[in-house]
């Protein structure tokens, strides 16, 4: 759903406008049945014959649907061989989400712009030349320069047209009822969960434990929720430091979602860090998952209370201040209102007065 300049490759031999194969646009999409939030690549493609030539306001329409999210737009081009023509390829390709259940009809699409003509100039006669100077009109003969633009160039002609794509039909399944678990919070995709921790040895009670939850695979990162914890007794929890790191490689679908969370244990002895999982609808197997990561057992040595109390607030990143005795600044007795009028709007509008 957006419009942009099509990147084409200059032509510079003339070319018939009265051929309408010339350019081709078509619409497709990797798949037509799909989950709520499940991706899917459209691709754009436009064709267009080797001896065709676009003006440089040529662009591209993508399809516009409210109930698809669009991301991660690229073109790609190649050169393939039609009916024993060849064509320049121009895809533009588009990760979709659906956003909610139904049956839906994706595009058109459209291309526009003009389509470029050489005009042949006939050589004037109407100026003599002297010996031995070259004919000025030559320079404008059937011949293109390098520049099809510059004033070397012989004049063309610029044809409007816009194209418009096919329509593809796609039918969108709202996630199954059935065995769906009560934890689970609208993650879809292919997923893997890892949990790494930050320094477990020669742990005192008090000291700060970082989990580093990651999410990673194929699917809508911003929609991956955050990976729960489990059995948390015995610790004090703070709230997740987010982040999101998409596939670098060309049209990869996905990435992966970091969540660090820091947690610290308030007792000692020999504990159990807490389980971390995460529900997930697989769009491979189509059905529910659990990925669940079981926490290490650790050795917790004890502390003072005071320390322990020192650190609690040293890793809220707050500093307890020492304890003063109250002073008392100020006695008086206050009235009590208990009409509601006084609570009432006055009447009129307000006046000021000055006295000079």
Same mark, same amino acid.
């Given at each position: 759903?957006?419009?942009?300049?099509?990147?084409?490759s200059p032509q510079?031999?003339? +070319?018939?406008?009265?051929?309408?194969?010339?350019?081709?646009?078509?619409?497709?999409?990797? $798949?037509?049945?799909?989950?709520?939030?499940?991706?899917?690549?459209? =691709?754009?493609?436009?064709?267009? =014959?080797?001896?065709?030539?676009?003006?440089?306001?040529?662009?591209?329409?993508?399809? $516009?649907n409210p109930d698809?999210?669009?991301? !991660?737009?690229?073109?790609? !081009?190649?050169?393939?061989?039609?009916?024993?023509?060849?064509?320049?390829?121009?895809?533009?390709?588009?990760?979709?989400?659906?956003?909610?259940?139904?049956?839906?009809?994706?595009?058109?699409?459209?291309?526009?712009?003009?389509?470029?003509?050489?005009?042949?100039?006939?050589?004037?006669?109407?100026? *003599?030349?002297?010996?031995?100077?070259?004919?000025?009109? &030559?320079?404008?003969?059937?011949?293109?320069?390098?520049?099809?633009?510059?004033?070397? *160039?012989? +004049?063309? +002609?610029?044809?409007?047209?816009?194209?418009?794509?096919?329509?593809?039909?796609?039918?969108?399944?709202?996630?199954?009822?059935?065995?769906?678990?009560?934890?689970?919070?609208?993650?879809?995709?292919?997923?893997?969960? &890892?949990?790494?921790?930050?320094?477990?040895?020669?742990?005192?009670?008090?000291?700060?434990?970082?989990?580093?939850?990651?999410?990673?695979?194929?699917?809508?990162?911003?929609?991956?929720?955050?990976?729960?914890?489990?059995?948390?007794?015995?610790?004090?929890?703070?709230?997740?430091e987010v982040s999101?790191?998409?596939?670098?490689?060309?049209? &990869?679908?996905?990435?992966?979602?970091?969540? $660090?969370?820091?947690?610290?244990?308030?007792?000692?002895?020999?504990?159990?860090?807490?389980?971390?999982?995460?529900?997930?609808?697989?769009?491979?197997? =189509? +059905?529910?998952?659990?990925?669940?990561?079981?926490?290490?057992?650790?050795?917790?040595?004890?502390?003072?209370?005071?320390?322990?109390?020192? !650190?609690?607030?040293?890793?809220?990143?707050?500093?307890?201040?020492?304890?003063?005795?109250?002073?008392?600044?100020?006695?008086?007795?206050?009235?009590?209102?208990?009409?509601?009028?006084?609570?009432?709007?006055?009447?009129?509008?307000? &006046?000021?007065?000055?006295?000079?």
């Amino acid at each position: 759903n957006a419009s942009a300049n099509l990147n084409v490759s200059p032509q510079y031999a003339p +070319q018939d406008t009265s051929d309408k194969e010339g350019l081709k646009v078509e619409l497709k999409l990797d $798949k037509t049945e799909l989950f709520v939030d499940e991706p899917v690549v459209m =691709r754009f493609t436009i064709y267009r =014959r080797g001896d065709v030539r676009l003006g440089r306001d040529t662009g591209y329409d993508l399809p $516009k649907n409210p109930d698809f999210i669009s991301e !991660k737009e690229e073109q790609a !081009k190649d050169v393939v061989t039609l009916n024993g023509v060849q064509y320049e390829k121009i895809e533009v390709r588009t990760v979709l989400y659906p956003s909610r259940p139904g049956e839906y009809e994706i595009g058109p699409g459209f291309l526009s712009g003009k389509v470029l003509t050489p005009i042949k100039r006939q050589q004037s006669r109407r100026h *003599s030349r002297l010996p031995g100077m070259p004919d000025i009109d &030559s320079f404008f003969d059937d011949s293109f320069s390098d520049d099809p633009f510059s004033m070397f *160039s012989p +004049q063309v +002609q610029a044809t409007p047209f816009k194209l418009k794509s096919n329509t593809v039909k796609v039918k969108v399944n709202p996630l199954p009822e059935a065995g769906k678990p009560a934890g689970f919070s609208g993650t879809v995709g292919n997923y893997r969960l &890892s949990v790494e921790y930050s320094n477990l040895q020669n742990l005192k009670k008090g000291d700060s434990i970082t989990l580093t939850m990651t999410v990673s695979g194929a699917g809508h990162l911003t929609t991956i929720s955050e990976p729960q914890l489990k059995n948390t007794e015995g610790f004090r929890a703070f709230e997740s430091e987010v982040s999101l790191v998409p596939f670098s490689e060309s049209m &990869s679908i996905g990435g992966k979602k970091v969540f $660090k969370k820091i947690i610290i244990p308030e007792k000692a002895g020999s504990i159990r860090l807490p389980d971390v999982e995460l529900q997930v609808f697989d769009t491979l197997s =189509r +059905q529910y998952t659990l990925l669940k990561k079981e926490g290490p057992s650790i050795n917790i040595a004890d502390v003072k209370e005071s320390d322990f109390t020192q !650190k609690v607030f040293d890793a809220e990143g707050v500093a307890p201040k020492p304890k003063e005795k109250l002073k008392i600044l100020h006695q008086d007795i206050i009235y009590i209102h208990t009409s509601r009028d006084i609570l009432k709007p006055s009447k009129g509008p307000l &006046s000021l007065f000055c006295f000079l």
